[in-house]
């Protein structure tokens, strides 16, 4: 049996690990307004806040290029943050009233490029929660949108949006993410 392995393919006991590469904060390509608040409804005030999370996988690159797609993830969010100009914000709790409130301040979204060690074949897919723990965008208070863009071993991606449930709802973040 040849000691070496295949790009492609991760021994059947290899730990799965992710490495987080760069940070970067993207903010509203041409933010026309001036910051301003937006109080929460009394329905999400009674909800409470809590991360929602949407995972995308892919298969390897067309360009193999992971760097030049997490550019170009940067630079068309950059314009869709012009359309939803609260993902841009921040959540903070107004002083008079205790209550969280949306402040659209164009903050930015946090995006997070990551690495594993093995190709997206070597994921469980049946326990996607207890595999993807710790690994896959935590949630950072002060930016309710983070994205993370992950690369495998096999040349996949994953990408994930993680919202904060106070910036809207399955519509709102569904039509973000197609915009």
Do not use: W
């Amino acid at each position: 049996m040849s000691d070496i392995l295949n790009k492609n393919e991760a021994p059947e006991n290899q730990k799965f690990e992710v490495t987080f590469s760069r940070k970067s904060v993207v903010k509203a390509l041409n933010p026309s307004l001036e910051p301003f608040s937006i109080t929460l409804s009394n329905l999400d005030l009674l909800s409470g806040r809590f991360p929602v999370t949407y995972l995308y996988f892919y298969r390897k690159l067309e360009s193999d290029n992971f760097k030049a797609f997490v550019d170009a993830l940067k630079n068309t969010l950059a314009q869709v943050l012009d359309h939803y100009y609260p993902f841009a914000g921040q959540i903070v709790q107004n002083p008079k009233t205790s209550e969280p409130e949306i402040i659209c301040d164009n903050n930015g979204a946090l995006v997070i490029e990551a690495h594993t060690n093995i190709p997206l074949k070597s994921l469980d897919f049946y326990n996607l929660n207890e595999t993807l723990q710790e690994k896959v965008v935590s949630v950072e208070p002060d930016f309710p949108l983070q994205i993370q863009a992950t690369e495998y071993t096999c040349g996949g991606i994953s990408i994930a949006f993680t919202f904060d449930h106070a910036l809207g709802d399955a519509t709102s973040f569904g039509n973000f993410i197609a915009s």
